[in-house]
């Protein structure tokens, strides 16, 4: 006789102990359950008494940390997979994205924006189809989760290209439009689910873009309207036109300081407007700290400015974890890569970075003093909350998704600190042991 | 009564933690057969658990076979209310160690019928055989669970108004708004306690140093609601020296001068018991309760009789202790006609009459 079969059979509730959990800018020593079935962190005093359910596993860290998953906003690549290219053969790419998803997983990064740079047109048109969220389905040993593109360019300055291509940068002369056509309408608006009948986010979940460009000012509201973070960057914007923009919606600034004008004493610029004086609510911002890109004080003197509002970023390459040597870049260019540095070859230009995230949290304990939970939120609570996902992502307090890293620290001999990843898990499930 | 007097809270917590280890471990519970443990909320108790917490961790004890009762819980918050009793102890306790959700019980402060939960709730103790050793605190007014001052030393589980002092004293909790506080709560009753095989309380400190006076050098009374202890068989007080401060002096012999309160030359009561503990332990001598209730279940097959046609019963069977459920004397001054024990015949009534008549007649 065929009975039902309950739905939560292989439900595997793990339990962290003797663990030290980023809450907020804490650490506090608490034990946090997991359940693989719903992929999210359990309340698990409701669960003892209401379900009377006790942890499947109980996983002993030994003091060690235990972080929400890490959350880049800028992600160039990885693994040698350049998001901005079209493979020769062009179907070959969603297969490639998955590959590079369960690598990069194992850097503690659970979810990121993959990032596209100033491209022609049909670069759009054929990767951001596969860039969208992908963890509808919830499924552990995908590994990392897209939480929908980054469109740095092409509506940017083509004074402060850094080393965007120039013949690829345009105006948005006629506003939203322009946008569609560029990125493709199904890709920038959210579309209905032939399945499910339901709409669906946009591909795009964030856009870079100079707001004195072009009819781009104007077309701010369009672009928040549908959920898109509109990001400052790439800009010759005055304090003036900065403040207008985060007036009309911009939440976020990309690569602070670097390709936008330097803070003035006369006119302080895109940095400006992190002062308060204009009760305008202050953005976020991207923070490259690859100790190349920034100056350790210029971070430091950022992060004091405005700490709620400090993501930390790679804007890493695909050439991370690639050996040192010459690669091919757009157009004929080529990128010099010697260690993390990468330079346009020929040039001084730096050409994006090839760091870890969890190597720049690092790099950030030791340049500014701060405590290992506020570094750790740069890259967890703060970019959540810049994406709109604050407890959803970056976050352990109960029915967030169960995405962790559990970290060690470490001081070396010289007082230096940093961060080992020792394990990743995704919705609940481990997908990385160190020791393994 | 047992009382116990440490330096210091730790002290006296460990000493505590240890001796529930000791009565569970010679118990030696089992699946049929659990230990069942009364268990309070509020601050004293927090080292015990701690402790209870690291000797779990450590390997050396196991409550696995241990059904819990809580003594009271908040009408009104939900569950998850970070100052409801569930929450205090899945945080300080259940979280920690092997206790069995099933095995848990706190009374329900959202219950749809508070009066049914009161009933079912002392029908759970008796379901269970009865609580084997309740810990429990006091406040600084001497009040046990949610007894305070005033409540009738014959209570049972009930509903409970609180005392405008404890709903001021709880405010701090709850964002110092008096509107906030929970003005209700569901609490066992003394007399709930009292029928425990065993009381075990904690106190600390020198704001309880009156309660304890009170409770243990005066009278049975209700203002002070843990004084009811005297008329159990077996109760035990911990207690750290701050909480002896208000004891009277007494001429006891001196053991040694009490290093940190030099400045009172003479002696205090608290010496007395210590002596008492002194003398005791010298000769390898404990609290006794009945070997029985002291080990737990008798583990000899009983169904001599089986036959195949019948189901077998169990082989284990909770054992009567040899006193049924210790009766405190309350239960023979307030429930007549108390059959436990032989009652005392009464003073016989005067009957005046002539001295004459008691001399034999020539």
């Given amino acids: 006789m065929p009975s039902a079969v309950p739905t939560n059979n292989n439900e595997i509730i793990t339990k962290f102990t003797n663990c030290r959990l980023v809450k907020g800018d804490e650490l506090v020593e608490q034990d946090l359950w997991v359940s693989s079935a719903t992929g999210k962190i359990v309340k698990s005093q409701e669960a003892f008494y209401g379900a009377h359910a006790t942890p499947d596993v109980t996983v002993n860290l030994g003091g060690r940390i235990i972080s929400p998953g890490l959350i880049d906003v800028q992600l160039n690549g990885a693994f040698g997979f350049n998001f901005s290219s079209i493979p020769e053969e062009p179907s070959s790419y969603g297969k490639t994205l998955r590959q590079v998803n369960k690598s990069i997983i194992q850097t503690g990064v659970t979810s990121y924006l993959p990032t596209l740079t100033t491209q022609p047109q049909e670069v759009y048109h054929n990767a951001l189809p596969y860039l969208g969220p992908s963890g509808g389905l919830r499924i552990a040993s995908d590994g990392a989760e897209s939480l929908g593109a980054h469109c740095e360019g092409p509506f940017l300055s083509p004074t402060k290209n850094g080393i965007h291509p120039v013949e690829c940068i345009t105006p948005a002369l006629n506003g939203f439009s322009d946008l569609e056509a560029m990125y493709g309408a199904t890709n920038i608006n959210p579309t209905l689910d032939p399945l499910s009948g339901t709409l669906q986010a946009p591909k795009i979940k964030k856009i870079t873009a100079a707001p004195e460009i072009g009819a781009m000012m104007r077309t701010i509201p369009d672009i928040t309207a549908r959920g898109i973070v509109y990001s400052i960057g790439h800009t010759e914007a005055s304090y003036e036109e900065a403040s207008l923009a985060v007036a009309s919606g911009a939440t976020m600034i990309t690569h602070l300081f670097n390709a936008m004008r330097p803070l003035h004493h006369r006119n302080p610029g895109v940095f400006g407007v992190l002062g308060i004086a204009e009760s305008l609510p202050r953005p976020y911002f991207g923070i490259i700290a690859d100790g190349i890109h920034l100056h350790p004080t210029s971070i430091k003197i950022a992060f004091n400015a405005h700490p709620e509002g400090f993501v930390l970023v790679t804007d890493a390459m695909h050439l991370v974890g690639l050996p040192d040597g010459v690669y091919e870049w757009n157009n004929g260019e080529r990128i010099l890569k010697r260690g993390s540095q990468l330079l346009l070859e020929g040039t001084e230009k730096i050409a994006g970075s090839s760091i870890t995230l969890i190597e720049c949290v690092s790099n950030f304990l030791n340049f500014s003093g701060a405590t290992v939970p506020q570094a750790l939120k740069a890259v967890t609570a703060t970019p959540a909350a810049m994406l709109g996902l604050s407890g959803v992502k970056g976050s352990l307090e109960s029915d967030a998704d169960a995405d962790l890293v559990v970290l060690e620290e470490q001081v070396d001999a010289m007082g230096k600190r940093s961060l080992k990843v020792d394990q990743v898990w995704k919705f609940g499930s481990k997908v990385f042991d160190r020791s393994q | ?362």
Wanted: with cysteine; aromatic share 8%; glycine share 6%.
């Fill in chain 2, 1 to 362: 009564m047992r009382l116990i007097i440490r330096d210091d809270p730790t002290q006296a917590s460990s000493y505590i933690a240890k001796y529930i280890i000791d009565r569970i471990q010679a118990f030696n519970p089992t699946k049929e057969h659990p230990f069942v443990l009364g268990l309070p909320t509020g601050s004293s108790p927090v080292g015990i658990y701690k402790i209870l917490v690291q000797k779990f961790k450590a390997g050396e004890i196991s409550f696995e076979n241990v059904v819990t009762f809580n003594m009271d819980e908040y009408i009104g918050i939900p569950r998850e209310h970070p100052e409801s009793y569930h929450t205090f102890m899945y945080k300080h306790f259940f979280s920690h160690v092997n206790v069995h959700p099933s095995n848990i019980h706190i009374l329900n402060g959202n219950a749809p019928d508070l009066e049914a939960e009161c009933v079912q709730y002392e029908a759970a103790i008796k379901a269970a055989g009865g609580i084997d050793l309740f810990l429990g605190g006091i406040g600084p007014d001497g009040h046990i669970a949610f007894n305070e001052p005033g409540s009738s030393l014959a209570s049972r589980t009930r509903v409970k108004t609180l005392a405008y002092d404890t709903i001021i004293a709880n405010s701090r909790f709850f964002d110092n708004d008096l509107e906030k506080v929970p003005k209700m709560a569901l609490t066992v009753g003394v007399q709930t306690v009292l029928e425990a095989r065993e009381v075990v309380i904690i106190i600390t400190g020198a704001h309880k140093s009156l309660a304890l006076k009170k409770c243990i050098e005066d009278g049975v009374n209700h203002m002070w609601t843990l004084s009811s202890l005297q008329l159990h068989p077996h109760p035990m007080i911990v207690v750290d020296e701050d909480a002896t401060l208000e004891l009277q002096v007494k001429t006891v012999k001196v053991i040694a001068p009490i290093p940190h309160i030099k400045i009172i030359p003479e002696l205090t009561r608290n010496q007395y018991f210590k002596s008492i503990e002194a003398v005791a332990s010298s000769q390898g001598f404990e609290q006794i309760l009945p070997s029985k209730i002291r080990t737990g279940p008798r583990t000899t097959a009983l169904n001599s009789t089986y036959s195949p046609s019948k189901p077998p019963t169990p082989a284990t069977v909770k054992d009567e202790p040899s006193i049924l459920s210790p009766q405190p004397v309350t239960s023979t001054l307030l429930a007549a006609p108390a059959t436990e024990y032989p009652v005392r015949s009464h003073t016989p009534e005067l009957v005046p009459d002539r001295m004459g008549s008691r001399i034999a007649a020539f």
